[in-house]
């Protein structure tokens, strides 16, 4: 079971996610300390182990950083669920291990501390708060492989 945090915007950018000033470590939990702080300077107070994020369009724009990643990570964020991602986001989190929800639909059928059961391999949400089911396309098998492995590295020293 998943918390939603839920940000009711569009172009929330990586510098909203990990503030450059925090780039001098790729330590996750030292990230997570300030992870979301600039758009939401609560957010390390409330994140709870395995809860998501829910926002607009473009999630992730901006800097091409791992960190923003990481700092989600490290917060104990387990998805972000958007209506889109800015494309080297969504590769970056791939790679890195991290698994997000791309759909259109979600972000108006999900509130603020809405409680969801997510089946990342047949791309269903069920808001269990609100009693909706929410579809979303799953990730083909070869992008669940990486995650699965923990990231595009491992899955590469795993396959040899």
Not at 1 to 29: F, G, Q, V, W
Not at 47 to 58: F, M, P, S
Request: hydrophobic letters at 35%; a negative charge; aromatic letters at 8%.
């Amino acid at each position: 079971m998943s918390r939603a945090h839920k940000y009711e915007r569009d172009h929330i950018n990586t510098d909203e996610i990990i503030p450059a000033r925090y780039l001098n470590t790729d330590d996750e939990k030292e990230l997570a300390k300030h992870c979301m702080e600039d758009l939401d300077g609560d957010f390390v107070n409330k994140v709870e182990q395995g809860d998501c994020i829910v926002a607009g369009d473009d999630f992730g724009c901006g800097s091409s950083r791992e960190h923003a990643v990481w700092a989600l990570r490290g917060a104990g964020v387990k998805t972000v669920i958007a209506g889109t991602f800015a494309r080297i986001f969504y590769r970056n989190a791939i790679n890195n291990g991290f698994y997000l929800i791309e759909s259109p639909d979600a972000p108006s059928k999900i509130n603020d501390g809405d409680e969801l059961e997510i089946d990342f391999k047949t791309g269903l949400i069920k808001n269990r708060t609100t009693g909706k089911d929410i579809k979303f396309n799953p990730l083909p098998d070869f992008a669940l492989d990486i995650i699965n492995d923990g990231g595009l590295l491992e899955h590469i020293t795993k396959s040899r």
